[in-house]
């Protein structure tokens, strides 16, 4: 079985990428350093079924008083002593039936997810705006960053945050999630926890839906010099690290987009069912379209960002109601609403414009989720679910 694609070794200073794995069953050779990172799901599923099993059976050993020694591999080569294991593993873990317990990938659960997202993204952004725009952070080996792409460009810094970041969130299986979409799907590890097991809410084309690439070139060539101030403080790790947080952010709120399709489908299955087969986008557009709810999110977002961004300066009991800021006689309050500036009494400062993240939302957001949307509904219909 081919697993991964086959691309650039990467080059990475101080040596291998991990230690080799050692195989239980006499004879199998060693998995190498680069293959055990080129895995697909399916073998990292069999390396936990046959982990878990051995460790069942010392944790059984162990009970039973035969004093049964771990296996090397739950614990490696280099650790001479045995690791204690507890009297009484989780059954999910042993049993390699991790199911998803909680509603938060429900239908009914989608308009708060969403406002929660909102909350999310907005956050992200303040932290991000706090740093000037920093360029050398997007510029492909402006940093001797030890990460490259397929064709073999040099990461930027943000991109190699970014993979790292979904190096380790993979291993725990973060995008085993259908709300959770990588920015480099095809060069992910295998995981250390056993796949979990959802509830079958989306079609199944929804996983080869994933639109990141697009989320990145906005959030670099049009967020970025929108939230932050020109310029260079040299804060090149940090400014990553938040962009990082930021397009995850986004990433997921836009993805969703495949949830609020189907719960719109299931509400009038045989007008997208029709529109679907006769591919017509504009009408599913149309259809997917209520402007005025668009309208509610928008002013809901930029309301937010006013309150959640405030620097008060001068009274601090002066708070200003979020509305006045986009109202024309702001200035008759005694209101100067802007980044930065001469401090003065009843002055209130945004760490980032709330009109920028509204117009974050109605420019980019929605439109992409809505792309998103039609994508999914065009192959809706291939499910008989």
């Not at 101030?229 to 997921?252: I, M, P, R, T, W």
Request: proline letters at 8%.
């Amino acid at each position: 079985m081919n697993c991964g694609r086959g691309g650039l070794e990467r080059k990475v200073s101080g040596g291998e990428w991990a230690q080799p794995l050692t195989h239980k069953k006499t004879g199998a050779a060693p998995i190498t350093p680069l293959q055990s990172r080129r895995q697909c799901p399916a073998h990292a599923s069999q390396r936990w079924q046959a982990l878990s099993m051995e460790y069942s059976q010392v944790s059984s050993n162990n009970v039973n008083g035969n004093g049964a020694a771990p296996p090397a591999i739950l614990y490696g080569p280099q650790v001479t002593s045995p690791p204690v294991v507890p009297q009484v593993l989780p059954r999910t873990l042993l049993r390699n039936n991790s199911i998803d317990q909680s509603a938060a990938l429900s239908l009914d659960n989608i308009r708060q997810s969403l406002i929660r997202q909102e909350d999310t993204i907005i956050f992200s952004l303040i932290e991000r705006a706090q740093f000037a725009a920093n360029s050398p952070v997007y510029m492909s080996g402006a940093m001797p960053v030890p990460g490259y792409a397929a064709d073999g460009r040099q990461f930027s810094l943000m991109e190699y945050m970014l993979w790292e970041t979904e190096q380790t969130h993979c291993k725990v299986r973060r995008y085993t999630s259908p709300d959770e979409h990588p920015f480099f799907p095809h060069d992910l590890p295998p995981l250390v926890l056993p796949p979990m097991k959802y509830p079958e809410v989306l079609a199944p084309c929804a996983k080869d839906i994933n639109i990141n690439e697009k989320i990145m070139s906005l959030y670099v060539n049009n967020l970025v010099p929108g939230i932050t101030h020109g310029g260079d403080d040299n804060n090149y790790g940090s400014s990553a690290c938040y962009d990082v947080l930021a397009l995850q952010a986004l990433s997921k709120r836009i993805h969703y987009g495949k949830f609020v399709a189907e719960a719109k489908f299931r509400a009038r299955p045989q007008e997208y069912a029709r529109l679907i087969r006769q591919r017509d986008t504009d009408g599913l557009m149309a259809l997917l379209t209520d402007e005025a709810v668009e309208a509610k999110v928008v002013e809901r977002v930029r309301r937010k960002a006013a309150i959640y961004g405030q620097d008060i300066q001068g009274d601090d009991g002066c708070l200003a109601d979020p509305s006045v800021a986009a109202s024309a006689g702001a200035a008759a309050f005694g209101y100067n609403f802007s980044r930065g500036g001469s401090p003065g009494a009843h002055r209130v400062s945004y760490k980032v414009e709330p009109e920028v993240v509204a117009e974050l939302y109605r420019r980019w957001v929605m439109p992409l989720t809505k792309e998103v949307q039609i994508e999914y509904l065009l192959r809706r219909l291939e499910w008989k679910g």
